[in-house]
């Protein structure tokens, strides 16, 4: 991540969501689109499983697909760098990780610096990683929630765009506090790809301005 100042761009943008899964953020951003919330359209949904549901519900939305198996490739950059020659194809301005089970390389992060969002059920810098949710409840917090970033090769260390706080009740589960964060998740990132297109986000440093 560089420390010179990085400004969204204003206009009607391309995005390409990446899944592993199911992948409900991918449409709580689609939905937001559809409403006209969002200068956008999904221009592609990926995954490295050519099974995963979520690529069943693009098509089932009329939204184009396409998916490489990582084990084709001779390691986690050859991947990368077939991805991102996916991308360049299709002109791809921001890609959204939608519940991407792989974690990417300093390759697609450097040729999407700035570009590349995702979505964390955590608020960071608090609870990186994997199993945020039980992390929270053994820990005793009073409060949690969720943390829409930009992609760094640090894991979960991006600047910050926007967040949700949710309480973590005393009686909380694994299972009942992603609940509640998953219903502010798809909040959240539908919000923070609005800005992007609005041009309203500016990345100075490791801290994100959001613009009038």
Request: net charge negative; aromatic share 8%.
């Amino acid at each position: 991540m560089t420390e010179t100042s990085y400004r969204s761009p204003k206009k009607r943008g391309r995005i390409a969501v990446f899944l592993s899964g199911r992948g409900s953020n991918f449409i709580s951003i689609h939905d937001a689109i559809l409403r006209g919330d969002i200068d956008a359209d999904i221009a592609v949904v990926f995954s490295n499983r050519r099974n995963a549901p979520g690529l069943a519900v693009a098509l089932d939305r009329n939204l184009e697909t396409a998916s490489l198996n990582h084990k084709d490739f001779e390691g986690r950059e050859a991947f990368d760098a077939a991805v991102v020659k996916e991308l360049e194809a299709r002109d791809i301005d921001l890609i959204c990780l939608a519940g991407y089970m792989r974690i990417l390389t300093p390759l697609i992060c450097r040729a999407f610096e700035n570009r590349l969002m995702n979505i964390h059920p955590a608020l960071l810098p608090s609870f990186p990683g994997l199993h945020v949710q039980q992390m929270a409840v053994d820990w005793g917090v009073r409060f949690s929630g969720a943390t829409v970033h930009f992609v760094v090769p640090d894991v979960d260390m991006g600047p910050i765009i926007t967040q949700a706080v949710v309480p973590v009740l005393q009686d909380d589960t694994e299972e009942t506090l992603s609940a509640r964060i998953l219903i502010e998740e798809h909040k959240i990132y539908p919000e923070a790809v609005r800005l992007y297109f609005e041009g309203r986000l500016e990345v100075r440093g490791r801290r994100v301005f959001i613009l009038d």
